[in-house]
């Protein structure tokens, strides 16, 4: 018998939407973000990137959302 803690696990079957606010930059860990979202084949995911930075760390996180094609939405 299972403890009364444990749960069954629920099947989701639908587009997990991903939200990142805050400043674009790689302190944040927004490039290894990207990337590793980038890396997802198997399950479909939608990120959703709101908020600013400034040359370099800019450039490179657009591009990087760019890759991610229909999943990555910039929306300053």
Same mark, same amino acid.
């Given at each position: 018998?299972?403890?009364?803690?444990?749960?069954?696990?629920?099947?989701?079957?639908?587009?997990?939407?991903?939200?990142?606010?805050?400043? !674009?930059? =790689?302190?944040?860990?927004?490039?290894?973000? /990207?990337?590793?979202? *980038? $890396?997802?084949?198997?399950?479909?995911?939608?990120?959703?990137?709101?908020?600013?930075?400034?040359?370099?760390? !800019?450039? =490179?996180?657009?591009?990087?959302?760019?890759? /991610?094609?229909?999943? *990555? $939405?910039?929306?300053?």
């Amino acid at each position: 018998m299972r403890p009364a803690f444990f749960y069954e696990p629920k099947v989701f079957e639908g587009t997990v939407e991903i939200l990142y606010a805050g400043k !674009l930059s =790689t302190a944040k860990g927004v490039p290894w973000l /990207l990337k590793s979202l *980038g $890396r997802i084949k198997d399950r479909p995911f939608r990120l959703h990137l709101a908020g600013s930075s400034t040359g370099r760390e !800019l450039e =490179t996180c657009l591009a990087l959302a760019q890759a /991610l094609g229909e999943k *990555g $939405r910039f929306t300053g």
